[in-house]
């Protein structure tokens, strides 16, 4: 009888307890190791935006991934509610991105027309009908309705402790410190605690995940790209949908929040909120929504987005060692492609594909020969 393959997940943020839930559904003995608290990483700290129409993609094999990933959420948050008993706070009012002036209304137009994408035009009448908190003298917006947003600790924690109720093994509080390799194959990670014997593990680390390779004499260039939001708090709603614009978004959450985001401060691995970041998202949201400037501050944070060089995440195997994977790097939108990202490498470590997407663009070994060459660092 062939015995159960173990597998650790090092990275208790949403792309490690995504693939943890989907592991551990399909039966296989799963750990997660986080060396602090679920979300305390890049995940804890995002908008929560499922935009898969309304980010840019680096890649259209990325945009198709982004697609089916947010389209998979609905039945999906409903599903680890019901498991977890943890509701990760969807809202399905959809996004707006308004123009302020007619240039801006023709370009916003015409890249709905070109997009082809969902989406529709409100005309300024049915916008301030619809929302009438923001300013006035807008000519109109795009409207998304299949763009939905969710409280992001929340999936995090639904996902990981959903994998718990399926069986997964979950470490907090304990780092990974090294991957124990022999014959080219992985033997078991060593962690702060305890020495985990495993034939597979993925490292899904955020923007740090490349420390625990460089012993191995791999690579997986990640830079982190800073990014601070502020919450403020008003009397009554101010906004039903999302509003994405290009020099902001301005998300609503319950409580009658709204999440102001977001700088992108590329290399920037501090953590403090700077006065200058607050000072700039405020009176950019008030631009849009006047009625801000008397709301109650309630706090501001800041987040490390993992990005690639090319921007792609890495999602796959190494070659040179057996059992070992990685899926991080998801950069903007790992909380959206957190539910496909799962199911890709679920298959992949089983030795299937997943039909619809292909892999090859987001190898984790893409820029291991450039390493080699001396063309990276
Ligand atoms: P992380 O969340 O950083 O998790 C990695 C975890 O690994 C951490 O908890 C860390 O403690 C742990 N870890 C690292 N090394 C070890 C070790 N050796 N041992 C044990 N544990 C270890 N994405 C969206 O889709 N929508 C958004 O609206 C959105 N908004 C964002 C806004 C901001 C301001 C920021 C900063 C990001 C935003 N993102 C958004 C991007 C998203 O947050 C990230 O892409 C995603 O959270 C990455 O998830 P992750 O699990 O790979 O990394
Ligand atoms: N996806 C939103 C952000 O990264 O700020």
Redesign the pocket.
Known sequence: MSRQREVVI???????SSLGYQLAKQGKKVTI????DL?????G???????ADCEQFEHPELQTMAKMSRDLFPALIHELRKISGIDAGLNQQGFLTPARDKQEAENLQAELLAAGTGGEWWTPEKLSQAEPALTEGLTGAIYRSDEIQVI?SKLTEAFAYSAQAEGAVLLRQ???TSIQVQDKRVQGVQTSGVFLRCDQVVL?????TE??LQPLGLTLPLEPVK???VEVRTRVPLLQATLYAKSIYIVPKPGNRLWI??TSIPGDSSEGVSADSIVRLLSEAAKWIPEIRNAQFERAWA????KSPDGLPYLGGFQEIQGLFAA?G????????SAMTARLLASEMEGTTTPGINLVPFRPDRFQHQLEGGLIR
């Open positions: 090092i990275g208790g943020g949403v792309i490690g190791v986080e060396q602090s979300a305390s990483g890049a995940s700290a995002a908008a929560g935006m499922l935009a992001p304990t780092e990974a899904a680390g955020g923007w740090r420390q625990l990014g601070e939001i985001g977001a987040g490390h987005r993992p991080a998801h950069y903007r939108n790992g909380i959206l492609l």
